[in-house]
């Protein structure tokens, strides 16, 4: 697993005072997806993850000014942070498993004595991102034309594979 921030931005907000935004970029497998995260959601993993396992320092909490190069600064911090955790650690946390938005194994030792953050995360990120199935009665492809009779061989061929559930027997 490979885990890079490669950007922030700064979110303005009428509820509270702005804050920025680290954009995470997760590798692994072969697959990259990316994940949005604020620094309270860092320090909030880091507070648990140092009830389970050794974690290396993370950037302070209190920034004194929100200028673009002390913000850079917090940004390589997290991501050296984010990658010391899996570099030390053999067998990652379910816990930050879950803050990368990562699948894992049920069984894996650590990460059920680690606890999850299924209690802070909101009902939008746990939704499945898959598109719908597509289903065709008949193959598209294999229709025949128009006055033409009925391939039967084809037909019973299509209707075997497609349902095999509708078989007699």
Known sequence: MEVYIP???YEESDLERGYTVFKIEVLMNGRKHFVEKRYS???????KLKKCIKTPEIPSKHVRNWVPKVLEQRRQGLETYLQAVILEN?????????FLNVRHLPSLPKAESCGSFDETESEESSKLSHQPVLLFLRD?????????????VIEGVLHGIFY??????
């Open 90 to 98: 053999e067998e990652l946390p379910k816990l930050f498993l879950d």
């Open 164 to 169: 095999p559930h509708l078989q007699p027997r």
């Open 7 to 9: 950007s922030f931005r």
């Open 41 to 47: 959601e860092f320090h909030a993993l880091h507070k």
């Open 140 to 152: 598209p492809y294999v229709l025949p034309a128009a006055g033409d009779f009925p391939n039967v």
